[in-house]
């Protein structure tokens, strides 16, 4: 009954921000790490960056310095905030995360459906 739903994709100008959103809502007793992967064209789907429960984050070199991963655990959303967008950040970005059901669940991973991010003048 777990799902991830993502938000904030668009259309934005080279330069520009945006900044995405993944909501978890169902029977969920933890959420220990949360993700956000990306799929751009012709591309594989690949991590761009980690938040574990602690707060600790990890970032692709190809977007260290412009993007930032951030979680509130009380409405159980995970953020993730670019800037400086180039085109060749266009992908379909996607959540996921590691989640711990109620009624004793075993952690396993979730994926959301995925939001378009296109980047272009």
């Known amino acids: 009954q777990v799902r991830l739903v993502e938000s904030g994709g668009g259309l934005v100008q080279p330069g520009g921000s945006l900044k995405l959103s993944c909501a978890a809502s169902?029977?969920?007793?933890?959420?220990?790490?949360m993700a956000w992967y990306r799929q751009g064209p012709g591309k594989q789907r690949d991590m761009v960056a980690t938040?574990?429960?602690?707060?600790?984050?990890n970032y692709a070199d190809s977007v260290k310095g412009r993007f930032t991963i951030s979680r509130d655990n009380a409405k159980n959303t995970v953020y993730l905030q670019m800037n400086s967008l180039a085109p060749e950040d266009t992908a379909v970005y996607y959540c996921?995360?590691?989640?711990?059901?109620?009624?004793?669940?075993?952690?396993?991973?979730?994926w959301g459906q995925g939001t378009q991010v296109t980047v272009s003048s």
């Open positions: 996921y995360a590691h989640i711990v059901t109620s009624g004793g669940g075993a952690n396993r991973g979730y």
């Open positions: 169902g029977s969920i007793f933890n959420i220990n790490t």
């Open positions: 938040i574990t429960s602690g707060g600790t984050t």
